[in-house]
């Protein structure tokens, strides 16, 4: 019985390293400390956020649902035959008079999206340390931004606010920024350089924990559209850009997420630290990586309400449309609201 236990034991540890491998460190990690004993391991804790962790399994029939419909469309007379038969003609799915009255309006969407895909190209390309990125890993990232084939390369300087400071100016004046600064025990700080932090279940910080994160949280930053290069990695003014780099490019995707692989791909375009699974864990009310799924995927926390997307672009909304036919939940009027939102 003990042996297979340990056989289990080795599975599961297995199947952590290689899902979070591309962050170089397993999130579970042990760290050691001095104690009047010697040195014995301290166990790290990670909470874990189950509203999204749920929030990949609602995922998996959607994407299903959306690859048939892809197929189907991909056939010169819009079905898929289900099998080869000798004798009689096989059975074959096709998209049922509603479906393909949806289904048409996909060009509408796509078109709609165009002016966000092509924002989100330039400032993905901004962000980097000699503005360009190998198209290769453009295309590695192309579905998680909803990226078309034919992006473009030039760009203004209006592009350059991030996400984050464009939340900041909706919801606040700079002359306000001055008004409200105190820190609550949640994190959140109503100021220019702070990060809107979400701490998960079970994390209860003391006041010590909040008096530095307050620190934090004031502290000025260099912009992530400025070079990488002009400032030393070592400054806690340079490590906090690190954060809103991640931040901004998470922001960037139609999901708020992206696969492990996908985010470790831009270490060098963007002079990411080589331990950033360290640098997520850190900030873990700002970032959640998940295990769930067949890769492990990093989550921006503001992006999301419980398992919900927050804010959804015109892609998604009709992704969930033609979804919502095969008995998923109905777009809502609110979601509609927040596509305008996030057009603009």
């Known amino acids: ?90 059975p074959c799915v096709m998209l049922t008079e509603k479906a393909q009255k949806i289904a048409d309006e996909e060009g509408e969407a796509l078109e709609s999206m165009e002016p966000i895909l092509v924002n989100n190209l330039r400032k993905l390309l901004m962000m980097s340390v000699d503005c360009r990125v190998p198209l290769e890993k453009v295309e590695f990232i192309q579905s998680a931004m909803g990226l078309p084939h034919d992006f473009k390369k030039n760009w ?26 105190r820190i609550t025990k949640d994190g959140n700080f109503l100021g220019p350089n702070a990060f809107k ?7 209860r910080p003391n006041a010590s924990y909040l008096e530095e994160f307050e620190k934090w949280q004031k502290m000025e930053f260099p912009s992530p559209y400025l070079n990488a290069r002009r400032f030393d990695s070592a400054d806690p003014k340079a490590r906090k850009r690190v954060v809103a780099v991640l931040h ?10 992206v696969t492990c692989a996908q985010l470790d791909a831009f270490h060098s375009e963007y002079l990411l630290p ?10 873990q009310g700002i970032f959640y990586i998940t295990n ?28 969930e ?24």
Not at 9 to 18: D, E, G, L, P, Q
């Open 274 to 283: 080589s331990r950033l699974i360290l640098c997520l864990i850190k900030h």
């Open 292 to 319: 769930k799924g067949a890769r492990g995927t990093v989550f921006l926390k503001e992006g999301y309400d419980g398992s919900s997307l927050i804010e959804k672009c015109p892609l998604l909304l009709f992704q």
């Open 156 to 181: 203004d300087s209006s592009l350059a606010m991030t996400a984050r400071e464009d939340r900041l100016s909706r919801v606040l004046e700079p002359s306000e920024y001055r008004k409200k600064v």
């Open 1 to 90: 019985m003990g042996q297979i236990t340990k056989k289990v034991k080795a599975t599961i540890i297995n199947r952590v390293v290689s899902e979070v491998g591309p962050f170089h460190e397993c999130p579970f990690h042990k760290a050691r400390h001095k104690s009047g004993g010697g040195f014995r391991p301290k166990k790290k804790v990670y909470h874990r956020v189950h509203e999204l962790d749920k929030a990949i399994d609602l995922k998996k029939k959607p994407s299903l649902i959306l690859q048939l419909k892809s197929m189907i469309q991909a056939h010169k007379h819009g079905r898929v035959l289900l099998g080869i038969w000798r004798s009689i003609e096989p």
């Open 248 to 257: 901004e490019l998470l922001s960037l995707t139609m999901e708020k997420r």
């Open 197 to 203: 932090v979400s701490f998960p279940p079970g994390f």
């Open 321 to 344: 449309r033609f979804v919502a036919l095969c008995g998923r939940r109905e777009v809502s009027v609110c979601n509609e609201m927040q596509s305008s939102s996030f057009i603009s």
